[in-house]
């Protein structure tokens, strides 16, 4: 008899996937500089210059990634168009009650709230840490979710919260930014410098391994980290949907949400925000032909509700 899928189970595979895809990030970028110099120079040349570029790379994406931790939440709720509400503001009362009673259930600290005026159904959370986190919600799917529903969908953030994903989130867009500027220098230093090798050897072996560390760099920027993004963008989904199960102890409300959600889940003021994506219970960018799963920041919302639906508490 097959063992029978509890949250916890879920959870736990989850996490551990997106541990190794995390992983896999300087692994592969370190590969690619390797095998890309390595088609040109000796083997001794092709891992001293991988040492030579990897090394800085990495330490620049860890200070860009420190200098951009205090502001990105902010940058974040004012793409939105947010605006923060309080206990004290009758109109909001309630709402704000039922994100601080979930918090009390997720054992988090009540987040500071916000609502999206978007007549769309979204939500997503932000912050560095559970104590500074902020969860946004559009008008929309306050007024046309009943109550058990949008308390599925607060666990939910309140679970992207628990579980530091926006901290993962803001790290990996931030690392990448990196690369991409490391490989705009590269691909002008061709350009502009190329033509004064043309009548020495040195310079122009030269000129080839930079390069091949540029294709290098395209190539992890074009093609693998949009493909890890995503993957880990999808396991943090499913995490947080069997996490935010746990919390309000009813997977069926979440699914119910989703359903509703996957109807009209875009936020037109966020079309242009392409990283908001990702932190959003769905996607809120106008549904896009010929995209694939793999490049989706979300999994098929049938498999959410299906992973909701056969989850217990055993």
């Given at each position: 008899?097959?063992?029978i899928?509890?949250?916890?189970?879920h959870?736990?595979s989850?996490?551990i996937?997106?541990?190794?895809l995390?992983?896999?990030?300087p692994?592969?970028?370190?590969?690619?500089i390797?095998?890309?110099?390595?088609?040109?120079?000796?083997?001794?040349d092709?891992i001293?210059?991988t040492?030579s570029?990897?090394?800085p790379?990495i330490?620049?994406?860890m200070?860009?990634?420190?200098?951009s931790w205090?502001?990105?939440?902010?940058m974040?709720l004012?793409?939105?168009g947010?605006?923060e509400i309080?206990?004290?503001?009758r109109?909001?009362?309630?709402?704000?009650?039922?994100v601080?009673?979930v918090a009390?259930?997720?054992?988090?600290?009540t987040?500071?709230?916000?609502?999206?005026?978007?007549?769309?159904?979204?939500?997503?959370a932000t912050?560095r840490?559970p104590?500074?986190a902020?969860?946004?919600?559009t008008r929309g799917i306050?007024n046309?979710?009943d109550?058990?529903?949008?308390d599925?969908v607060i666990?939910?953030e309140?679970?992207?919260i628990?579980n530091?994903?926006?901290?993962?989130?803001?790290?990996l867009?931030t690392?990448?930014?990196?690369?991409?500027?490391?490989?705009?220098?590269l691909?002008r230093?061709i350009?502009?410098?190329n033509?004064?090798?043309?009548d020495?050897?040195n310079?122009?072996?030269?000129?080839?391994?930079i390069?091949?560390?540029?294709?290098?760099?395209?190539?992890f920027?074009?093609?693998?980290?949009?493909?890890?993004?995503m993957a880990i963008?999808r396991n943090?989904e499913?995490?947080?949907?069997a996490?935010?199960a746990?919390?309000t102890r009813?997977?069926?409300?979440?699914?119910s949400?989703l359903?509703?959600?996957?109807t009209?889940s875009r936020?037109?003021?966020?079309?242009?925000?392409?990283?908001?994506?990702?932190?959003?219970i769905?996607s809120?960018?106008?549904?896009?032909?010929?995209?694939g799963?793999?490049?989706?920041?979300?999994?098929?919302v049938?498999k959410?509700?299906?992973?909701l639906?056969s989850?217990?508490f055993?």
């Open positions: 008899m097959a063992k899928q509890t949250i916890y189970d959870i736990r989850n996490n996937k997106t541990a190794l995390v992983m896999l990030f692994l592969i970028f370190i590969g690619l390797f095998l890309f110099t390595w088609a040109v120079t000796p083997l001794s092709a001293n210059t040492i570029v990897a090394i790379t330490i620049a994406c200070i860009w990634m420190l200098i205090a502001f990105g939440d902010s974040m004012s793409a939105a947010a605006h309080t206990a004290d503001n109109e909001y009362r309630e709402i704000f009650r039922r601080e009673n009390l259930a997720a054992g988090l600290p987040p500071r709230v916000y609502i999206i005026e978007d007549d769309s159904m979204n939500a997503f912050g840490t104590r500074d902020s969860v946004a919600l306050i046309r979710l109550n058990l529903e949008l599925g666990a939910h309140l679970a992207h628990g530091r994903d926006i901290r993962l989130d803001m790290l867009i690392g990448v930014g990196v690369t991409v500027f490391i490989a705009d220098i691909l230093s350009i502009y410098g033509h004064t090798s043309s020495d050897d310079r122009g072996n030269g000129a080839l391994v390069l091949m560390v540029w294709l290098a760099f395209a190539v920027n074009v093609i693998i980290t949009p493909i890890l993004r963008s943090r499913y995490a947080a949907d996490t935010g746990q919390i009813n997977p069926d409300a979440l699914a949400a359903r509703k959600i996957s009209d936020v037109e003021c966020l079309d242009k925000v392409k990283s908001m994506s990702a932190i959003c769905a809120p960018m106008a549904p896009r032909e010929f995209v799963e793999l490049f989706a920041t979300h999994p098929p049938a959410r509700i299906a992973r639906e989850m217990n055993k």
